[in-house]
């Protein structure tokens, strides 16, 4: 494992979450999946079912990260056109890959076949491996650093299992969490102080209303064990001689 | 009301969407009060607490849009830097807004008074409006075409409902929806084709699993009331034509 840190850009592709639509869930999930990896998700973007909104997005994180995944538009229809915007983005052509045709056709096979709008799901940029889809038909595509899934969460989550230890990342970052009900505007000058004094430590504080009450969970991230401990500690002493009542975890 | 289009970006900044720790809700509550206003969600970002990035993100953003949005990071700790962000990706001081001072004054009088933390929820870039904010102490603030809002929803909701009717909006967007048991890749080519026969509407796709059993939404979108029901029944047409049952208003 490395100290280089290692980044990941997300591209989610649709209308329907601009729209209002659709409540996005591919953005916690990707990013939660990617801390694992020991990937950070450094950058979203959400863009419409255009072609050259999708280019421009795909480019711009595609260069700026180690990985891109994108998630939506890979499906039969006619506004899934995400493979013609990374293939336009990358500069080949779309063909259709072999491989994606005979599971489509196996898939298929007691479903009435494979039809046009299906055969859309066998098309790739040309060079692209497949991502397994355990789910249903369609697999995900992978070219160069480019990853492109489902927009369906659940059959965005096979995929992602699918790439499981597959990518090569750094060390993960953990995070303790401690949390009560303290106002964050009560202990803003403490969290700032224990983040300077903690270099290896980034520290966020993250508000809440509940039963009627303010409360605050602050976040501890870090990529070393220790470091991390340390910082704990160090802002619980805080927390306890301020005389807050907390709990660790949070709540 | 105009044929002119309106359109709106916004920037998510919060190091804990990207971390997956927290689910955004922001997204669609805002996208689902632009469509109200008459104006488009064109595009989001996602960006870390990272002064540089959410600059980046804010000039991109208000230059292509007519209104830019962001959530998160107006808050009272050290890891809200948003008013700091903003004011330099505008190339203007930031400023104690001597209004939003007294509104905290007043807010904190009997909890404890302004400290250093709670003060710094006044600070906005010069020259800059504020959006009043029902639910706690600390306004929104709006300068130039740039609305910067809470990262909690229901102080960003408050926030919203504040700045209802204030933003000039063209015709809003209008949708329809039809749904059943029907997979999407079986009726590609209808979608496809209706949607081009009808030119001033998009018809997009949502697929769904449920019951163990395929499924999908079709959802026509129009600025024109008239446009939108003969393109609704030129695809009800197609799908009862095929053999499918389906249900207005989707399933």
Known sequence: MSDRIYTAGLVVIGDEILS????????????SWLQVQGIRLAEVRVVPDVIDRIVEAVNALRESYDYLFTTGGIGPTHD??????????????????PEARAILE????????VNEGRLRMARTPEGAELIPNRMSGAPGIRIGNVHMMAGVPHITAGMLDALTGTLEGGAPLISETVGGFIPESE???????????????????????????????????STDRGDLDTCMKALCDGLAEAGFEFTHGGI
């Open 20 to 31: 209002g639509r659709t409540h996005d869930k591919n953005i916690a999930q990707v990013a």
């Open 80 to 97: 899934d056109i995400s493979v013609d915007a990374v293939s336009k983005a990358l500069g080949v052509p779309v063909i259709i890959h």
């Open 106 to 113: 196996r898939y298929y096979t007691d479903k009435g076949g």
């Open 187 to 221: 202990v803003s000058i403490l969290l700032r102080d224990v983040e300077k004094a903690h270099e290896n430590c980034q520290i966020g504080s993250y508000p809440f209303f509940r039963e009627g009450r303010v409360g605050s969970n602050f976040v501890i991230r």
